[in-house]
């Protein structure tokens, strides 16, 4: 059924026949296709997971973010000269849009090859997303939701089995926190949500950034925090979080504790079990999968650390 539909998607920004492929399969259903000698990307999205309007509101985000200079991946109009296609299955609607490619490679990291000016390149071009969501004004009719009322958040307790106290805990009490948390125009507004390694491609020192499906109103510093996270365990994460911040603090402020990233990083990883917990339930677990879990439940226990 997908795959008729995503067939149904192509055909409507007229992409050559045979050239559809299954890229991944996480919140969207997303394939690659050529059109014109031209390869775009096709995201599949469920109104169960984002409205129309959501939709448009990040379309609306990707468009500001590229007028002010970032190498944020546009989205491309159909034949009809649509953005967004709707296509109705028996119970569902979906919405299709298409993008362009990111050029470049994706990031491997390598530590003997000394990441400084890379992370400082993050940190820059996070930075000037910053800057320019600061000033941003939604276009009429559109607006994405703030980081409470993410749809993994609102369908925690359907997600997540109650026998999973520790992560419970930890959801709940962060959650209070942050929603007490300072609010200012110079700390929060509408963020990328997953700049992550494999949500950007680098070449000629400049990140071509992509997957916006996350974009909301957050703290800044939570984009941050989900760049480094995975990096706190290295030896070297401290030092990378520095070269991190050395290029955010070219174009926005640069006064963010040790304390305060380390709590957005606790956020991830327990919106990280959430994401995992959607997608592999905890019925007949491989023991990857399992292992995984046990390993992620441990670091929410004992709390986000860095290498000593």
């Known amino acids: 059924m997908q795959a008729d539909l995503a067939n149904t998607a192509v055909q409507l920004w007229q992409?050559?026949?045979?050239?559809?492929?299954?890229?991944?399969?996480?919140?969207?259903?997303?394939?690659?296709?050529?059109?014109?000698?031209?390869?775009?990307?096709?995201?599949?999205?469920?109104?169960?997971?984002?409205?129309?309007?959501?939709?448009?509101?990040?379309?609306?985000?990707?468009?500001?973010?590229?007028?002010?200079?970032?190498?944020?991946?546009?989205?491309v109009a159909s034949a009809a000269g649509q953005l967004i296609a709707e296509l109705a299955t028996v119970d569902d609607v979906l919405f299709a849009c298409v993008f362009e490619a990111a050029a470049g490679a994706q990031f491997s990291y390598d530590s003997a090859g000394l990441s400084k000016e890379h992370f400082r390149l993050r940190g820059r071009t996070l930075g000037r997303m910053h800057v320019l969501a600061q000033a941003y004004i939604p276009a009429a009719g559109v607006r994405r939701y703030a980081w409470d009322e993410d749809e993994?958040?609102?369908?925690?307790?359907?997600?997540?089995?109650?026998?999973?106290?520790?992560?419970?805990?930890?959801?709940?009490?962060?959650?209070?926190?942050?929603?007490?948390?300072?609010?200012?125009?110079?700390?929060?507004?509408?963020?990328?949500?997953?700049?992550?390694?494999?949500?950007?491609?680098?070449?000629?020192?400049?990140?071509?950034?992509?997957?916006?499906?996350?974009?909301?109103y957050h703290w800044f510093t939570y984009d941050l925090a989900v760049t480094i996270y995975p990096h706190g365990w290295r030896k070297e994460g401290l030092q990378l979080w520095a070269w991190l911040l050395e290029g955010y603090a070219e174009n926005m402020r640069a006064d963010i504790t040790l304390a305060e990233i380390t709590m957005?990083?606790?956020?991830?990883?327990?919106?990280?079990?959430?994401?995992?917990?959607r997608k592999w339930s905890f019925t007949r677990l491989s023991v990857q999968q399992a292992n995984w879990f046990a390993q992620k439940r441990a670091n929410i226990a004992r709390g986000y650390t860095w290498a000593a």
């Open 15 to 75: 992409g050559d026949a045979g050239s559809l492929r299954h890229v991944s399969d996480s919140a969207n259903q997303v394939y690659s296709f050529t059109a014109a000698g031209q390869q775009r990307y096709l995201r599949l999205t469920s109104r169960r997971a984002r409205t129309k309007a959501h939709i448009a509101a990040e379309l609306d985000f990707i468009a500001h973010l590229q007028q002010g200079g970032i190498n944020a991946m546009r989205p």
């Open 152 to 216: 993994l958040l609102l369908a925690a307790a359907a997600i997540l089995p109650a026998a999973e106290q520790v992560v419970w805990r930890a959801y709940h009490e962060l959650r209070e926190r942050l929603r007490a948390y300072p609010k200012a125009s110079q700390t929060y507004g509408l963020i990328h949500g997953d700049f992550g390694e494999t949500n950007y491609r680098w070449r000629d020192n400049q990140l071509n950034v992509f997957d916006f499906d996350d974009c909301c």
């Open 264 to 277: 957005f990083c606790q956020w991830r990883l327990i919106y990280m079990f959430l994401v995992y917990a």
